[in-house]
Protein backbone atom coordinates (compact mmCIF):
# COMPACT_ATOMS: atom_id res chain seq x y z
CA UNK A 1 0.00 0.00 0.00
CA UNK A 2 3.11 2.66 0.59
CA UNK A 3 4.07 1.80 -2.54
CA UNK A 4 0.82 2.89 -4.06
CA UNK A 5 1.28 5.71 -2.12
CA UNK A 6 4.14 6.73 -2.88
CA UNK A 7 3.79 6.23 -6.71
CA UNK A 8 0.78 8.75 -6.82
CA UNK A 9 2.96 11.21 -4.79
CA UNK A 10 5.43 10.82 -7.18
CA UNK A 11 4.03 11.56 -10.27
CA UNK A 12 1.94 14.34 -8.53
CA UNK A 13 5.00 16.13 -8.09
CA UNK A 14 6.43 15.48 -11.62
CA UNK A 15 3.31 16.93 -12.42
CA UNK A 16 3.68 19.85 -10.26
CA UNK A 17 7.82 20.49 -12.12
CA UNK A 18 6.03 20.20 -15.51
CA UNK A 19 3.37 22.91 -14.87
CA UNK A 20 6.02 25.27 -13.54
CA UNK A 21 8.27 24.24 -16.34
CA UNK A 22 5.47 25.19 -19.00
CA UNK A 23 4.63 28.30 -17.32
CA UNK A 24 7.59 29.56 -17.19
CA UNK A 25 8.55 28.73 -20.64
CA UNK A 26 5.29 30.21 -21.62
CA UNK A 27 6.34 33.60 -19.82
CA UNK A 28 9.70 33.45 -21.59
CA UNK A 29 8.25 33.19 -25.16
CA UNK A 30 5.35 35.48 -24.29
CA UNK A 31 7.92 38.63 -23.27
CA UNK A 32 10.00 37.46 -26.38
CA UNK A 33 12.83 36.03 -23.81
CA UNK A 34 13.07 32.69 -25.89
CA UNK A 35 12.10 33.08 -29.60
CA UNK A 36 9.53 31.07 -30.74
CA UNK A 37 11.19 30.57 -34.06
CA UNK A 38 14.04 28.22 -32.06
CA UNK A 39 13.05 24.82 -32.91
CA UNK A 40 14.85 23.21 -29.55
CA UNK A 41 12.09 25.79 -27.95
CA UNK A 42 9.47 25.16 -29.89
CA UNK A 43 9.93 21.37 -29.50
CA UNK A 44 9.93 21.48 -25.44
CA UNK A 45 6.92 24.14 -25.52
CA UNK A 46 4.87 21.54 -27.65
CA UNK A 47 5.64 18.73 -25.53
CA UNK A 48 5.09 20.83 -22.17
CA UNK A 49 2.28 22.13 -24.14
CA UNK A 50 0.29 18.52 -24.75
CA UNK A 51 1.66 16.88 -21.29
CA UNK A 52 -0.67 19.97 -19.81
CA UNK A 53 -3.55 20.50 -21.57
CA UNK A 54 -5.47 17.02 -20.49
CA UNK A 55 -5.27 18.17 -17.04
CA UNK A 56 -5.70 22.09 -17.63
CA UNK A 57 -8.89 21.35 -19.88
CA UNK A 58 -11.57 20.40 -17.26
CA UNK A 59 -10.70 23.08 -15.39
CA UNK A 60 -10.92 25.84 -18.16
CA UNK A 61 -14.27 24.67 -18.67
CA UNK A 62 -15.25 26.00 -15.28
CA UNK A 63 -13.19 28.94 -14.90
CA UNK A 64 -14.27 32.27 -16.14
CA UNK A 65 -12.01 33.79 -19.47
CA UNK A 66 -9.65 36.42 -18.33
CA UNK A 67 -8.57 37.00 -22.18
CA UNK A 68 -4.60 36.94 -22.11
CA UNK A 69 -4.45 35.92 -17.96
CA UNK A 70 -4.26 32.10 -17.63
CA UNK A 71 -5.28 31.16 -14.06
CA UNK A 72 -5.59 27.37 -15.00
CA UNK A 73 -1.75 26.52 -14.33
CA UNK A 74 -2.29 28.23 -10.84
CA UNK A 75 -5.39 26.36 -10.04
CA UNK A 76 -4.16 23.01 -11.25
CA UNK A 77 -1.34 23.30 -8.85
CA UNK A 78 -3.21 24.48 -5.80
CA UNK A 79 -5.73 21.38 -6.34
CA UNK A 80 -2.24 19.14 -6.55
CA UNK A 81 -0.77 20.45 -3.31
CA UNK A 82 -3.98 19.93 -1.50
CA UNK A 83 -4.34 16.57 -3.23
CA UNK A 84 -0.99 15.81 -1.91
CA UNK A 85 -0.48 17.38 1.69
CA UNK A 86 -4.54 16.44 2.90
CA UNK A 87 -6.13 14.23 0.70
CA UNK A 88 -3.58 11.84 -0.37
CA UNK A 89 -2.33 11.09 3.52
CA UNK A 90 -5.80 11.04 4.93
CA UNK A 91 -7.32 8.69 2.14
CA UNK A 92 -4.14 6.24 2.81
CA UNK A 93 -4.44 6.66 6.52
CA UNK A 94 -7.49 5.38 6.42
CA UNK A 95 -6.90 2.40 4.40
CA UNK A 96 -4.02 1.52 6.43
CA UNK A 97 -6.01 1.28 9.47
Not at 38 to 65: C, N
Not at 71 to 86: A, D, H
Amino acid sequence: MMLLYSLIDYILMILTWIIIAQAILSWLVAFNVLGNNSDTVRQIYFALDKLTEPVYRPIRRIMPDFGALDLTPMVVLLIVFFVRSTLLPTVFSALMA
